[in-house]
């Protein structure tokens, strides 16, 4: 059964960082893109950002270019976020993905992805 699990969210203040972690379990995907996703009550799961099977390539939503990093390792079959200079419309839950197939680029859609964490709450106050 595959898994995956995010950890690392909270309440914070406008202006402070967080970092999300989320580990993937029952199968690898050293081999194929990872990505956060984030959705807010009465919208549309929205895409934040992705990384490559090697962590070579990275892809990012507009609204958060130069405050968020996606990183990965491949051996711990983990994928992070770390999001600095948050701000109050950063707030909602983030979502973990995971491709089970190796695409020529980085998807940022949810249909590209197969596999879900539960999600993770941040919230920052103003």
């Known amino acids: 059964q595959v898994q995956l699990v995010e950890s690392g969210g909270g309440l914070v203040q406008a202006g402070d960082s967080l970092r999300l972690s989320c580990v993937a379990s029952?199968?690898?995907?050293?081999?194929?893109?990872m990505a956060w996703f984030r959705q807010t009550p009465g919208k549309e799961r929205e895409f934040v950002a992705a990384i490559g099977w090697s962590g070579g390539s990275t892809y990012y939503h507009d609204s958060v270019k130069g405050r968020f990093t996606i990183s990965r390792d491949r051996n711990k079959n983990s994928v992070y976020l770390q999001m600095n200079s948050l701000k109050p419309e950063d707030t909602a839950v983030y979502y973990c993905a995971a491709d089970s197939f190796s695409r020529l680029r980085l998807g940022t859609s949810t249909n590209e992805y197969n596999y879900w964490g539960q999600g993770t709450q941040v919230t920052v106050s103003s």
């Open positions: 029952g199968r690898t995907f050293s081999k194929t893109a």
